[in-house]
């Protein structure tokens, strides 16, 4: 069974940064579209940034200059690495995965991983 697990939750100060960890347990995620996306309180799920499986990589435009998604193929794990957090950003960000889904849209994705809460407070 395909299930992503998150890493890396924490509580950061505005400007300051936070890597976030997603393994794979049970596949590879080469070939797949994975993606990370975060859902604050009384929020929908939104997409922070995903890398489509032709290679796509999609940034919210909340996220651009201070994200970065990236595969380590060698340790099948996707990372967010984020910096210059801000008091908008803290949320339960979730990992996801999907084998043929392009777009960096919630509803396309059918693995997911638990989330893990991201706290952004001075």
């Known amino acids: 069974q395909m299930q992503p697990v998150e890493s890396g939750r924490g509580k950061v100060q505005p400007g300051e940064s936070l890597t976030l960890s997603c393994s794979a347990a049970?596949?590879?995620?080469?070939?797949?579209?994975v993606g990370w996306f975060r859902q604050a309180p009384g929020k929908e799920r939104e997409g922070v940034s995903c890398?489509?499986?032709?290679?796509?990589?999609y940034y919210a435009d909340s996220v651009k200059g201070r994200f970065t998604i990236s595969v380590n193929g060698a340790k099948n794990t996707l990372y967010l690495q984020m910096k210059s957090l801000k008091p908008e950003d803290p949320a339960v960000y979730y990992c996801?995965?999907?084998?043929?889904?392009?777009?960096?849209?919630?509803?396309?994705?059918?693995?997911w991983g638990q989330g893990t809460q991201v706290t952004v407070s001075s």
């Open positions: 049970g596949f590879t995620l080469d070939g797949y579209s």
């Open positions: 996801a995965v999907d084998a043929l889904f392009e777009l960096c849209v919630s509803h396309g994705y059918d693995y």
């Open positions: 890398i489509g499986r032709h290679g796509t990589t």
